[in-house]
């Protein structure tokens, strides 16, 4: 059984391998290159509002092998993204043309809103269960990358980068009332921990920028970023069931952002920074009962958030 913990563990561990190169990245450049660093240090608060849902149904698989084709989705989760972060930022420019960052943030608080589980069991057209949750969340995020100026005009320059961008959101839900539409039974209601849920992005993307430069000490940056290949895992329990899903998906995503920032003297700097990610994934997830192989099916995963930061900072 391959089980969540050492699949969270390999995909941090390949975002901690990305990071590094980056860090290390300056200390194989020629000398020249780095006769002219500049570090930018800033940090901030981003409220971030959205949703990572999952969705299962299609094709069923027995640990017998026996299996049945269910229509899709026969149930979706929808965890809320309504969460405030910390934030802390790097900006290294070596010369004129290159330069690197690197980003984290972490939660200020845990309430993001209310899990959604819609079941539509006997049929895509009719709701069966239909439950609300209180949510407790945890989110880490961290990002690096690195950007090339491949031309400049008067005001206007255009960069190329590669970057990566981890997210890890981890949820607990209680107070579940639920409800049954199709069959109009009594609702029930139950006030302890019935669900955690956790799930890990890994996004690897490239992304072109255009830099402006409206007025002497104001900076606007356009970014779209586009992922080919996304990574992500998660991992559901069911408490009352005791009812284990797992899932690894792969799909693709976009990142468009921008970026304002306004020099308030030669060292001292705010930015405000706009942007929205979709991601979509695939895969085909296993649960366990009470420990043991239960079946297989096939799952999607999508998030879809959108940031605000405003931050400031200090150029070394």
Request: net charge negative; with cysteine.
């Amino acid at each position: 059984m391959k089980t969540g913990c050492t699949r969270e563990k390999a995909m941090k561990k390949t975002g901690y391998a990305l990071i590094l190169i980056v860090l290390l990245f300056p200390a194989a450049l020629p000398a020249p290159a780095l006769e002219n660093v500049v570090t930018d240090f800033s940090m901030g608060i981003d409220t971030i509002r959205g949703h990572t849902t999952y969705r299962i149904g299609g094709h069923v698989m027995f640990h017998d092998g026996s299996s049945y084709q269910l229509h899709f989705p026969v149930s979706e989760l929808k965890f809320p993204l309504n969460l405030y972060m910390l934030t802390g930022r790097a900006d290294v420019r070596m010369g004129e043309r290159l330069s690197a960052y690197l980003s984290g943030k972490i939660n200020l608080n845990s309430d993001p809103g209310q899990i959604k589980d819609t079941d539509w069991l006997a049929s895509p057209f009719a709701v069966d269960i239909y439950s609300e949750s209180r949510a407790d969340a945890d989110a880490l995020m961290a990002e690096t990358g690195i950007r090339y100026k491949m031309w400049r005009r008067r005001g206007l320059d255009m960069l190329a980068g590669l970057g990566c961008r981890y997210q890890n959101f981890a949820f607990e839900a209680d107070q579940t009332l639920q409800s049954y539409p199709a069959s109009g039974a009594s609702p029930d209601f139950l006030a302890g921990r019935t669900l955690t849920y956790d799930i890990t992005y890994l996004i690897p993307y490239a992304e072109i920028v255009l830099a402006l430069t409206p007025a002497p000490k104001t900076a606007v940056e356009i970014s779209l970023g586009y992922s080919p290949w996304i990574r992500a895992t998660d991992r559901d329990h069911h408490i009352l069931s005791n009812r284990v899903s797992e899932c690894d998906y792969d799909g693709d995503g976009m990142i468009v952002g921008m970026k304002t920032r306004q020099d308030i003297s030669d060292h001292l700097f705010a930015t405000l920074t706009c942007e929205v990610l979709a991601v979509d994934g695939e895969g085909r997830s296993v649960t366990y009962t009470n420990g043991a192989w239960s079946h297989s099916i096939d799952q999607t995963t999508e998030t879809r958030q959108i940031s605000l930061e405003l931050s400031a900072g200090y150029t070394f």
